[in-house]
């Protein structure tokens, strides 16, 4: 069975920093990875898909880098802002189904 | 396209009670799944689907029953209510099942059971 994780559970930073989420995963065996915000309330919104075979994507500020042999992704936000707050999700997928850690919240301060 | 669509947002039920949630989607996805997602334990996997007339179990099946008659609606029934599935229920879609094609999520369906 596949694992996720996601380190630290919380984060603050003041506006305007720089900051990576990591998530982690038990099996290396998987096809994608995908990047998720939660908005509290909300569904959720796809950020970057990566594919077992990238490295990494990029969509803005946004910048996500897998490493499929030890089993880790991060996610980087440049020059964060207060509408960056939100929950961040990283998923799997493995097999036939997709695997979620539980989440970074993250609370950019203005 | 209004993308992934769930009815209702939010619903009250009894214990023994049963009910369907309804999800829908318009991107003529063959991939759909139906997720719970509970406090610190993140989203997990109830049932998905394949395509038309093709389901099967993902983590967390016992007391939910799916079926999947057309493309476009993947609805998730409870059989008897209980107290353990007070939850968040996420419908979600993707073009196929295979590893190229990211996910795209409803609104979600906030069930209280009592």
């Known amino acids: 069975k596949q694992e996720v994780t996601q380190i630290p559970a919380a984060l603050s930073v003041p506006e305007g920093e720089n900051l990576v989420l990591n998530c982690s995963f038990t099996?290396?065996?998987?096809?994608?990875l995908q990047w998720f915000r939660q908005d509290p309330g909300k569904g959720l919104t796809s950020l970057l898909l990566?594919?077992?075979?990238?490295r990494e994507q990029t969509s803005g500020r946004l910048n996500a880098s897998l490493d499929k042999s030890s089993g880790r992704s991060t996610l980087y936000i440049a020059a964060s802002q207060p509408g960056d707050s939100a929950t961040y999700l990283c998923a799997v997928k493995f097999g036939g189904q997709f695997y979620f850690g539980t989440g970074t919240s993250l609370t950019v301060i203005p | 396209n209004a993308g992934v669509t769930q009815t209702p947002k939010f619903q009250v039920l009894k214990t023994g009670q049963s009910m369907t949630l309804q999800c829908a989607q318009d991107?003529?996805?063959?991939?759909m799944s139906w997720y719970r997602q509970d406090p610190g334990m993140g989203l997990r996997l109830i049932h998905y689907?394949?395509?038309?007339?093709?389901?099967d179990q993902g983590e967390v099946p016992n007391g939910y029953n799916v079926s999947r008659s057309t493309t476009e609606d993947f609805p998730l029934r409870l059989l008897s209510a209980a107290p353990s599935q007070t939850s968040v229920y996420f419908c979600?879609?993707?073009?196929?099942?295979?590893?190229?094609?990211?996910?795209?999520f409803g609104p979600g369906t906030r069930l209280t059971v009592l």
């Open positions: 099996d290396s065996a998987i096809y994608n």
């Open positions: 979600a879609s993707s073009l196929t099942g295979t590893g190229h094609n990211e996910q795209f």
């Open positions: 991107m003529n996805h063959e991939y």
């Open positions: 990566i594919q077992s075979s990238q």
């Open positions: 689907s394949v395509g038309a007339g093709i389901t």
